[in-house]
């Protein structure tokens, strides 16, 4: 329970950073507002089709009498809108690292620079971490469409696809969001995909109590716009948490480690 109290605090930390840094934060908000105008056209349009979605999926029910048919369908759109924020909380956070990558980058250099010490640099050209960072959000992407599946299939069981099965995607949500948002400052550090899935799944209550409560507030457009910058920041912080940060280890070496893990990962399937 340490390590869940530890993850929210590492989010909080992070607000306050970009509290005090107001042109990071101001800054940090515009590729977050880009992405969210596109994502809100994008669910409109989808919610406004869920009743059709859900009748064309479940067409055994048509015959159904009331007000079991009702019941039924009325949960799995409630399934369905539960589903699709999953995935667009996901992917928002993975499309908006890609869209504002240079700028967040910086950002997690400029808290690692407060924190004292060595600044890892990754070693790597900026197009090479793009393409990492599109990589890793094909990787990303297949992984949560595959769990949207599973999570939709299991909404069809009775009682647990209404209950368990929501409060599970929250949780696989957060953990996503973790891996997502500690990418950045991971890459530097030369850790990639597979490894920092290791990483994160070795300390998962850390992980899901960073995660979980911005699942939660990104669910409010507008928070997520506000909070990106922070999240940011505080991912770059536990990240010092997760990998002990040796202060002897010379920053040049840090670049070098990066540039060489990339080298070695080149053409390897990380999804």
């Known amino acids: 329970m340490r390590d869940l109290a530890s993850g929210f605090g590492y989010l909080m930390k992070g607000q306050r950073w970009v ?4 042109r990071w934060w101001g800054f940090g908000m515009i590729p977050a507002l880009i992405t969210l105008v596109g994502y809100a056209a994008a ?6 089709w869920t009743d059709d979605v859900i009748a064309w999926a479940t067409p055994f029910a048509d015959d159904w009498s009331s007000p079991w048919l009702g019941v039924f369908r009325g949960a799995l759109s409630i399934l369905f809108a539960a589903i699709c924020l999953f995935l667009a909380i996901i992917t928002f956070t993975a499309v908006t690292l890609l869209v504002g990558q240079p700028f967040y980058e910086s950002l997690s250099e400029a808290v690692d620079r407060s924190e004292g010490g060595a600044v890892p640099e990754s070693g790597l050209s ?26 939709f299939a299991l909404g069809f069981v009775p009682g647990v696809g209404q209950t368990v099965i929501p409060v599970l995607a929250f949780c696989v949500t957060a953990f996503f969001l973790t891996e997502e948002l500690t990418s950045i400052a991971l890459l530097r550090r030369g850790v990639l995909l597979k490894e920092r899935r290791r990483m994160l799944r070795s300390r998962r209550l850390l992980s899901l109590g960073f995660g979980l409560p911005l699942s939660l507030l990104f669910l ?7 909070l990106m910058p922070g999240a940011v920041a505080g991912a770059t912080l536990l990240v010092r948490d997760l990998t002990g940060e040796d202060e002897d280890e010379p920053e040049a070496s840090r670049g070098e480690t990066a540039a060489g893990a990339f080298n070695g990962a080149d053409g390897a399937d990380d999804t």
Request: charged fraction near 10%.
């Open 126 to 151: 900026t197009w090479a971490e793009v393409w990492i960072g599109v990589r890793e959000a094909i990787a990303l992407l297949i992984r949560v469409a595959l769990w949207g599946v599973l999570f």
């Open 220 to 226: 409010l457009p507008l928070v997520a716009v506000f």
């Open 19 to 22: 509290a005090r840094q107001g």
């Open 43 to 48: 669910l409109v349009a989808l919610f406004f």
